[in-house]
């Protein structure tokens, strides 16, 4: 439940964050950038609750001088982004885009279609974080 001062705002992706956050004492940001010009707009900021892993969209140093922390949810979309890894992988090596092309043209069957298997592969990861660990947990099976 919100305290009595908050209220939820959406943020309308069409207009400029700016003019949006004026009354804002704690921004969310799920989409978009946070510049230095929706910081600097935001008279009461207080908090920027970023529900992500980094800080990419935000402009910290802006944030910084204000003296609004800026706070991140590590691990938040490990498993998504190593799911997402592994069936861009699966994607290209079962050549994918080229079976839809196939079946949207209506000449299913072709061997060139099929592509390859991923087993008996070897997987090589860059980087060994949390999200490299849980690509290799989830190739393993």
């Known amino acids: ?51 992500a892993a980094g800080y990419a969209n ?3 140093e802006a944030a910084k001088a204000r003296g609004v922390p800026v706070t991140i949810a590590p691990g938040y979309n490990d498993s998504a982004t190593a ?20 079946f949207q043209s209506q000449s299913i069957g072709n061997d060139h279609v099929i592509g390859h298997e ?7 990861i860059i980087g060994f974080g949390r999200v490299g660990k849980r690509l290799a947990r989830a190739a393993q099976g």
Do not use: F, Y
């Open 83 to 102: 799911e997402v890894a592994l069936m861009l992988m699966l994607m290209l090596m079962r050549r994918v885009d080229a079976g839809r092309v196939a």
């Open 118 to 124: 991923l087993h008996g592969k070897t997987l090589g």
């Open 58 to 60: 935000i402009d910290t």
């Open 1 to 51: 439940m919100l305290p009595s001062w908050a209220k939820l705002c959406r943020i309308d992706p069409s207009r400029p964050l700016a003019e949006q956050v004026t009354n804002a004492r704690v921004l969310i940001p799920t989409t978009g950038h946070v510049g230095a010009d929706a910081i600097n707009t935001a008279k009461d900021l207080r908090l920027i609750a970023q529900p």
